[in-house]
T-cell receptor, first 116, second 111 residues
Framework: SAVISQKPSRDICQRGTSLTIQCQVD?????MFWYRQQPGQSLTLIAT?????????ESGFVIDKFPISRPNLTFSTLTVSNMSPEDSSIYLC?????????????FGPGTRLTVL | GQQLNQSPQSMFIQEGEDVSMNCTSS?????WLWYKQDPGEGPVLLIA?????ELTSNGRLTAQFGITRKDSFLNISASIPSDVGIYFC???????????FGKGTKLSVKP
């Protein structure tokens, strides 16, 4: 499986500011995704990061709040904009297997965000 | 939308005991995945299932893809303290490979 890293691993931010989270993969991957895991909860898909085009957002998530970039097949960023305490969560990127392989998704270590 | 019902929500067992957890849905899934998440870490893939009826093992772990494609179970045999964590099932059935996650089963093991 691919080796996935995320930066930062954790951060404490002030209300109203923005934070950009980076996800780096050690090999080219077809699919990259961003998830949110609120405290004590399961994972919820925010969006699919599409290389060369706008991300595809799930219901309840919008580009103005969570802008996403994917400039190439190994890197993506998620920005949490105009943060409020309700945005305190773990943010996880995941990658899908190469086209033609299985449907597994592999996760990065996550970014633990606390908004004061 | 699609939802997964995962049970039990939590389990407290003695070391050496076997564990069983399951996920059910009213929707059909094409793939079932089982993950384990340790505190402060991302979920780690344990087992992937692709065919209805498929039974797959990974060491002391065994998982099955239900014949109706609406459920899956995970068994852990002879539990050990490092099995402690949260186990998530995830089903794949939507477009673009969107995973739907269960709410997780928190496993505690007493030495």
């Amino acid at each position: 499986s691919a080796v996935i890293s995320q930066k930062p691993s954790r951060d404490i931010c002030q209300r109203g500011t923005s934070l950009t989270i980076q996800c780096q993969v050690d090999s080219q991957v077809t699919m990259m995704f961003w998830y949110r895991q609120q405290p004590g909860q399961s994972l919820t898909l925010i969006a699919t990061a599409n290389q060369g085009s706008e991300a595809t957002y799930e219901s309840g998530f919008v580009i103005d709040k969570f802008p996403i970039s994917r400039p190439n097949l190994t890197f993506s960023t998620l920005t949490v904009s105009n943060m409020s305490p309700e945005d305190s969560s773990i943010y996880l990127c995941s990658v899908g297997a190469r086209a033609g392989a299985g449907n597994e998704q592999f996760f990065g270590p996550g970014t633990r965000l606390t908004v004061l | 939308g699609q939802q997964l019902n995962q049970s039990p929500q939590s389990m407290f067992i003695q070391e050496g005991e076997d564990v069983s957890m399951n996920c059910t849905s009213s929707s059909i899934f094409n793939t079932w995945l089982w993950y384990k998440q340790d505190p402060g870490e991302g979920p780690v893939l344990l087992i992937a299932l692709y065919k209805a009826g498929e039974l797959t093992s990974n060491g002391r772990l065994t998982a099955q893809f239900g014949i109706t494609r609406k459920d899956s179970f995970l068994n852990i045999s002879a539990s050990i303290p490092s099995d402690v964590g949260i186990y998530f099932c995830a089903g794949l059935g939507g477009s673009q490979g969107n995973l739907i996650f269960g709410k997780g089963t928190k496993l505690s093991v007493k030495p």
